[in-house]
């Protein structure tokens, strides 16, 4: 067993590093000469202190043998004291039993495993007493894995990141937190410790509840909140565009013209064919003739012929019934054009539309009844059309991708909106409400330099409003300061030569000093590209080479 020298057999080692209590040894002087893995933890983890060893010794030094332990142990124990060792004091003491018992009984126990919350309970000291269904599930961890182990030995092991439970050992108090439980998931943890009637802890009852559910929760309401946003920014533009849609927003002539037609177009139901480049705002315009029509309540289906493949063309307009065709949904689909019923159908690009569907479409136009796939019986919709293309129409008759006779079914009244190099007397005025639209949606103040509003003015605009809107918001997107000046401006907009005295705008209301800033620049520009060499160049002008540094510095030409 034990031999005078004080080593320990290996017998009595397997037992005492078996045991699932704490065991330990202490010499009559009440030094630790020995202990157990579990001991140590608890040592470790401050749950046992060697003056509460020291209270273990009797004071006639007598081995301790009162303190139950199992069967097998007891016959250990009976050993040691036959062997009549005076060195060792062995002390094999199970603490559970020293303090107050907690029962679980088993209505209790199906309470417990009724919760949604994992539940997870220790004794006084520390050792897993239970633990509930939920917290299996949440932990992946079986109850052999948990129950009858040492919450420091499971912390050690890494099951938990933090015990609660240790904390509410010594503090005797409730306490909450969030673990990651399992390295896995992350729960709001709260221990509550419990006494008996002398106040000593006999348990700590941990609840833990999943927080990643929660926190997905969370996300998809953030989502939610992102799109909603994002909605509503875009009506606001919706709301913008239509507000802009009308004679008097507009300095153009022809544009003057286009919104008087586009407002006795609202008034009526006819078909209308919007043409135009890229970009001039025919979709807006279709919207707007909408908006300002009896069917505004009511539905705007914007079909881009373009973009819609083929095979599933003729679906998408028209819908099908269930089981139509190999792979229809279940539940049959409304197409495009009876979504539209009531109201407006917008379809932009129409040379883009297949010309079997456009044979179809006429039949529509012609009897206003539409037939779903695999359908028999028709069904009778009321839609205005409006299309739109910014192909030359003539062209695609001719190249056999608009079909005549659809294309004066559709274009009853056609209305060209014009490039915006055609009505640059309105760049000035849509920059500035590209502008505060753009800052809104950034949440930013940006100002413009009157020389922007020059060069703006100034460009030819192949994209139309969608290349100036794409140039404003790049410009206050990179822009770092808060004012957009001449620097900001992509290269194929700046072009010193561009500014000509006679078209700028009066509205600009510049003063003397700008327009002599303005020429200066573009003289400036201009010169440096010819004599890079600013002694010369100075000299050539006449004017002190500082001088031309601090003018070419004052205009950011480089
Ligand atoms: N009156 C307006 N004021 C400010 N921005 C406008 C106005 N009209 C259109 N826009 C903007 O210009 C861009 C292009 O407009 P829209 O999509 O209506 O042009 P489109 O002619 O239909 O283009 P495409 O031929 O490429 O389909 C849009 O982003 C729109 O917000």
């Not at 300002?292 to 028209?318: D, H, M, T, W, Y």
């Not at 044979?359 to 069904?379: A, C, H, P, S």
């Not at 809107?469 to 990179?478: C, D, F, R, S, T």
Request: proline share 2%; hydrophobic share 40%.
């Amino acid at each position: 067993m034990m031999k005078e020298n004080g080593f320990i057999d290996v017998q009595l080692e397997d037992f005492v590093q078996g045991t699932d209590r704490p065991c330990f040894i202490l010499n009559e002087k009440g030094a630790l000469v020995y202990s157990n893995v579990l001991t140590e933890l608890l040592l470790k983890n401050h749950l046992l202190s060697v003056d509460y060893l020291h209270g273990m010794i009797p004071a006639d030094g007598e081995v301790i043998s009162t303190i139950r332990v199992g069967e097998s142990y007891d016959a250990l124990v009976r050993k040691i004291i036959i062997s009549g060792t005076t060195l060792f004091h062995v002390v094999l003491h199970n603490l559970l039993e020293s303090r107050g018992v907690l029962n679980i009984d088993d209505n209790m126990e199906s309470v417990i495993n009724s919760l949604q919350e994992g539940v997870y309970i220790t004794d006084g000291e520390g050792f897993t007493k239970k633990i509930n269904n939920a917290y299996t599930e949440l932990t992946g961890l079986s109850r052999q894995d948990l129950e009858g182990k040492h919450v420091a030995e499971l912390l050690s092991f890494g099951v938990f990141d933090s015990s609660m439970t240790v904390r509410v050992m010594k503090s005797r108090t409730r306490f909450s937190n969030m673990q990651k439980i399992n390295n896995n998931k992350i729960c709001l943890v709260t221990g509550v410790p419990v006494f008996d009637e002398n106040n000593n802890l006999i348990a700590v009852i941990n609840s833990a509840y999943d927080l990643t559910e929660m926190n997905r929760l969370q996300e998809d309401v953030k989502k939610s909140e992102i799109s909603l946003k994002r909605k509503d920014i875009e009506i606001d533009r919706l709301r913008a565009r239509v507000g802009q849609s009308h004679s008097s927003s507009t300095r153009s002539a022809i544009m003057k013209s286009v919104y008087k037609i586009s407002e006795k177009l609202a008034d009526s139901d006819v078909s209308v064919l919007l043409l135009g480049s890229t970009g001039t705002g025919k979709s807006t315009m279709a919207y707007s003739i909408h908006k300002n029509s009896q069917r505004a309540k009511e539905a705007f289906i914007e079909v881009n012929c373009g973009a819609v493949p083929e095979s599933l063309f003729e679906s998408e307009l028209f819908g099908y019934v269930k089981g139509a065709f190999t792979g229809a949904s279940d539940r049959g689909k409304v197409g495009l054009i009876e979504s539209a019923d009531k109201g407006t159908l917008f379809l932009d690009e129409i040379g883009d539309m297949p010309i079997h569907l456009q044979v179809k479409l006429l039949t529509f136009l012609q009897t206003g009844k539409i037939r779903r796939l695999g359908e028999t019986n028709d069904r009778k919709i009321n839609v205005r059309i409006i299309s739109a293309t910014n192909k030359d129409p003539v062209k695609l008759i001719e190249a056999g991708m608009l079909r005549e006779d659809l294309f004066y079914r559709l274009s009853l009244v056609s209305l060209t909106l014009p490039d915006l190099k055609e009505r640059k007397e309105d760049v000035f005025f849509l920059a500035k409400d590209i502008l505060g639209a753009v800052n809104e949606r950034y949440g930013k103040a940006v100002e413009m330099s009157k020389e922007v509003f020059l060069f703006l003015e100034s460009y030819d605009w192949p994209g139309n409003l969608r290349e100036l809107e794409h140039v404003i918001e790049q410009m206050v997107v990179l822009l770092d300061g808060s004012v957009i000046g001449v620097d900001s401006l992509p290269d194929k907009i700046f072009s010193p030569s561009v500014l000509k005295p006679t078209e700028i705008p009066i509205e600009l209301n510049l003063t003397l000093q700008d327009y002599m800033d303005i020429h200066e620049k573009e003289f400036l520009s201009m010169a440096i590209k010819s004599e890079q060499d600013t002694g010369k160049l100075s000299s050539k002008l006449g004017i002190h080479r500082t001088t031309l540094a601090r003018k070419l510095k004052y205009h950011g030409i480089k």
